[in-house]
């Protein structure tokens, strides 16, 4: 089955700064890949999602890019802010049929003011 | 309007109670989930149905027993709950196997 692996684990960036976080999937097949955030006591919620048919995405300060043939996609935010503070998860599906999504271990991000 | 609506929101229980967590969905998906976040954050799939039948059953205890009485409610029963089963259950859906909605979690602290 699909595995995902995520890193950092925890970064901390100054206000203002750029956060990259990045993650490697294991199955070719998985063509679906989203990024969660999840703040402190609540759900984790869709920030930002790839298709494998697109190499890179943006919505305004957030960006993910996707690398197929290695198998890695990363997520940019710029400009930093300290409500950006959370959890991050990144996450690969094969969208088709039932196969559910399968999280890394989340990269817990801190933007200090 | 709550778009996936889980109860309780915490549960504090004795080790060897039974207890279940409701799920509520109104957002017409077909596909339901239970996934389980441990005291690291680490979020793992436990079970998933589709339109009300059983699609995927991770390596779970058999004391935990999900039931899904339509396609818009997936509840989760746990039979003599264990300290290791303290976590958060989040309960999601999605059209497809994609952009999961999540419910609001149930932190479950089993003493």
């Known amino acids: 089955g699909e595995n995902v692996e995520q890193h950092p684990s925890t970064l901390s960036v100054q206000e203002g700064d750029s956060a990259v976080i990045k993650c490697t999937y294991s199955?070719?097949?998985?063509?679906?890949f989203p990024w969660y955030k999840q703040e402190l006591g609540k759900r984790p919620q869709l920030i930002i999602d790839?298709?494998?048919?697109?190499g890179e995405k943006k919505d305004q300060r957030i960006a993910v890019t996707l690398n197929k043939t290695a198998k890695h996609f990363s997520l940019h935010i710029t400009e930093t802010q300290p409500e950006d503070s959370a959890v991050y998860f990144c996450?690969?599906?094969?969208?088709?049929?039932?196969?559910?999504?399968?999280f890394g271990k989340g990269t817990r991000l801190s933007v200090i003011a | 309007d709550t778009a996936v609506s889980q109860t309780p929101k915490y549960l504090v229980t004795q080790m060897g109670n039974d207890k279940s967590i409701k799920c509520e969905q109104n957002?017409?998906?077909?596909?339901m989930y239970w996934y389980k976040q441990d005291s690291k954050k680490f979020l793992k799939i436990m079970f998933s149905?589709?339109?009300?039948?059983?699609?995927i059953n991770e390596t779970v205890p058999n004391r935990f027993s999900p039931k899904s009485p339509d396609k818009a409610h997936l509840n989760l029963h746990i039979n003599s709950l264990e300290l290791g089963d303290s976590a958060v259950y989040f309960c999601?859906?999605?059209?497809?196997?994609?952009?999961?909605?999540f419910g609001s979690g149930t932190q479950l602290s089993v003493l």
């Open positions: 999601a859906s999605s059209p497809q196997s994609e952009k999961l909605f």
């Open positions: 199955d070719s097949a998985s063509n679906y």
């Open positions: 790839i298709r494998s048919n697109v």
């Open positions: 996450a690969a599906s094969i969208n088709s049929g039932n196969t559910p999504l399968v």
């Open positions: 957002l017409g998906h077909d596909t």
């Open positions: 149905y589709n339109n009300k039948e059983l699609i």
